[in-house]
């Protein structure tokens, strides 16, 4: 059974260009979560989407966008990057809609921004 | 506002040295609390999810248990090969958002 892909792995992007990240969850699972780890702030969550909506939201601005298609793939975007928003960027996914459930982790897109 | 806080923030063993990792939560309504392995440069490896207070669960090593405010990951006689970063994180609001704490660097010498 294929665990969380995530895509690409690596990317270098400059400052004020955008970014889109994929993400496919583990077959039959419906439950997206995307999070951020840095060395200084560790793992901190982006946003949760299940079903296509969006029902979790992290304390980060609005230009960190996402969402999930029909077919529960997930997409993360960030706009206008900054240098701070270098960083592993993790999605996970479940087979619940809420708990009792485990949450399984992708490898990461490693993202640098220059 | 939930808290996750985990200590040590880095841990030294000899091979074979038993030793144990403290999680402490402050958190309204519990709904599960994660543990995870990471590697560098990898995504976290589920290890447990424990649900209430008491449950205790092993893998290999490797055993967590739950109270009220806290968890512990037990490695009895460790390996070079678990040395790696050990997080854990609750789950307390509906859906599957996770609070995490800041890890355990583990290093096992040979």
């Known amino acids: 059974k294929a665990g969380v892909t995530q895509t690409p792995r690596y990317l270098i992007k400059t400052r004020g260009q955008q970014v889109t990240l994929s993400c496919s969850p583990i077959?039959?699972?419906?439950?997206v979560s995307w999070y951020q780890q840095t060395p200084g702030q560790g793992l901190q969550f982006l946003f949760e989407?299940?079903?296509?909506?969006?029902?979790n939201k992290g304390n980060f601005p609005g230009r960190f966008s996402g969402r999930q298609f029909s077919n529960s793939r997930s997409e993360m975007n960030v706009s206008t990057l900054e240098l701070g928003d270098s960083a592993l960027y993790l999605c996970?996914?479940?087979?619940?809609?809420?708990?009792?459930?485990?949450?399984?982790f992708g490898e990461g897109s490693w993202l640098t921004v220059v | 506002e939930d808290q996750v806080t985990q200590s040590p923030e880095a841990l030294r063993l000899q091979e074979g040295e038993s030793s144990s990792l403290n999680c402490s939560y402050t958190?309204?309504?519990?709904?599960?609390l994660f543990w995870y392995r990471q590697d560098p440069g990898k995504g976290p490896e589920f290890l447990f999810t424990?649900?209430?207070a008491g449950e205790e669960k092993e893998k290999e090593r490797l055993k967590a248990t739950l109270t009220k405010k806290e968890s512990f990951l037990h490695i009895t006689a460790p390996k070079p090969e678990d040395s790696a970063t050990y997080l854990c994180?609750?789950?307390?609001?509906?859906?599957?958002?996770?609070?995490f704490g800041g890890g355990t660097r583990v290093l096992v010498k040979p």
């Open positions: 996970a996914s479940s087979g619940s809609s809420s708990g009792g459930n485990t949450i399984y």
């Open positions: 077959s039959g699972h419906r439950s």
């Open positions: 989407y299940f079903s296509e909506t969006q029902r």
């Open positions: 958190v309204s309504g519990l709904r599960g």
């Open positions: 424990l649900y209430s």
């Open positions: 994180a609750v789950q307390v609001a509906a859906g599957n958002k996770l609070t």
